[in-house]
């Protein structure tokens, strides 16, 4: 089938490269001139492993091209999607003015029967909206149905979440559109659920909002075990078991950031609020998060005493491993608290430096170190910020070797605590 994607960010491009890979015919569309030349010339604009591959081996196949044009990409599809930000207001609600913007864009050059698939993360009752807006945006009486399909990728995964998910959640309201639906996800082997617009729309923001709750939950639990000596990792790891509960999104730490949860989380608060519910449940939800990394700075504030001047060394800047994104990191807030302290950091990321200078600056209280066996040299202490595996073989008898005083915080419970100690580190982690 004939597909363009309005929007060529991670969602888009991921989405629209997984597309043209089982076959499909995909032009993706983008506003900014640089990200699309980029694109036409073999460039991949973001970090996520095995796009460049993908992107490369479909654009030479013949069924993956880049445009700007709005109007191009949908006189050559079937089915438009819409992948631009959905970016929190000041208050936590949704900025829908791009969703707006693309709809009425769309609207002004429909020539024929279309598909508009809202993709991006928005409240419920948003494809209602579209289908107005493009009612009284379009040129002439011509057909078009709109469909919610939320994405659930991950960052990091994304591929492997968009070729095999674990379920595809289909909203409409009309026939026509649901049978093409299927046929655009035929080639994908997951459960297919096909309901009405409002409910796909509230699936996403129930879904993360219940795996922010997961992640609560097991970092409430860790400051349990910490005041009672137990090991927050052994009671998840039971509790998990249970089939009902699942192992999955129960590991403690410096709490969930990145470009989605924080932001879905006060979206799905704001919309329950507008719709006459006090989702407090949601709310405890975020003050969890919140107070996890104020705990974990005030760890590292009571061991060494004072801040000021102290050289720390910080693994990690990315919100999770296995991106580039530093979108609401806790590695990132966890730096400049440090900083505000009057720390003197030496931080390193596999991936995420570049993107993380735009956040901190480099400068007399703030080195990028490129080989994360030394960001720790001369340091009293080290912090680990990001559930990178490749920090666990490290060569830590040589990096405590290097310390001017060997402690290290573990705020992501990737090391073993007795190995760590017979080394000779005064270790300290969540939870445990
Ligand atoms: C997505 C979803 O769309 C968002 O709703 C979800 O909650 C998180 O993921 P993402 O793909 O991460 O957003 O955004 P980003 O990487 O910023 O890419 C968006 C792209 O849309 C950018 O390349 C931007 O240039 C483009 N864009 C934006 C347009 O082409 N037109 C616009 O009007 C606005
Ligand atoms: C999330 C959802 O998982 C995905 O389905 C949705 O489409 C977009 O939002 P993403 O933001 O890419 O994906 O990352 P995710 O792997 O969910 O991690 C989010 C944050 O939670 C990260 O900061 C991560 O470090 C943290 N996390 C995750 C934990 O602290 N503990 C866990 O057990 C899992």
Known sequence: MKISIIGTGY???????????????????????????????????IYEPGLEDLVLRN?????????????????????????????????????????????????????????IVDKSTVPVKTA??????????????????????????????????????????????????????????APFEAPLIVTDTNSAELIKHA????????????????????ASGAN???????????????????????????????????????ISDQLGYDFRLLKEVQRINHGQ?????????????VLKDKRIGVLGLAFKQNTDDVRSSPAIDLCLRLLGGGARLRVHDPKAMDKAKAMLSPGPNLEYVEDPGKVAEGCEALVIATEWPEFGRLDWAAIRASMSTAILFDGRNLLDPAEMKSLGFLYKSVGR
């Open 293 to 305: 990394m104020e705990r974990f700075v005030k760890k590292i504030e009571d061991t060494l005493w």
């Open 59 to 115: 654009v030479a196949a013949g069924r993956l091209s880049f445009t700007q044009s709005t109007a191009d990409g949908v006189a050559r599809s079937e089915v438009v999607f819409i992948a631009v930000p959905t970016p929190p207001n000041p208050d936590g609600s949704v900025d829908l003015s791009y969703i707006e913007s693309v709809a009425r864009e769309i609207a002004g050059c429909l020539e024929g029967y279309r598909i």
């Open 11 to 45: 969602v888009g491009l991921v989405t629209g490269a997984c597309f043209a890979e089982v076959g499909h015919e995909v032009v993706c569309v983008d506003a900014d001139a640089n990200k699309v030349r980029t694109l036409q010339a073999g460039g991949i604009p």
């Open 128 to 185: 209602e909206k579209v289908a107005e807006t493009v009612k009284r945006y379009r040129r002439t009486e011509v057909e078009f149905d709109v469909v919610s399909n939320p994405e659930f990728l991950r960052e990091g995964f994304a591929i492997d979440d968009l070729m095999k998910p674990d379920r595809i959640v289909i909203g409409t309201n009309s026939a026509r559109a649901a049978a093409r639906m299927r046929e655009l996800y």
């Open 207 to 226: 879904a993360n909002s219940f795996l922010a709750l997961k992640i609560s939950y097991a970092n409430a639990l860790s400051v349990i075990c910490e």
């Open 232 to 270: 927050v990792q052994e009671v998840t790891r039971g509790m998990g078991l249970d089939a009902r509960i699942g192992t999955r999104f129960l590991q403690a730490g410096l709490g969930f950031g990145g470009s989605c949860f924080p932001k879905d989380l006060s979206a799905f608060i704001q």
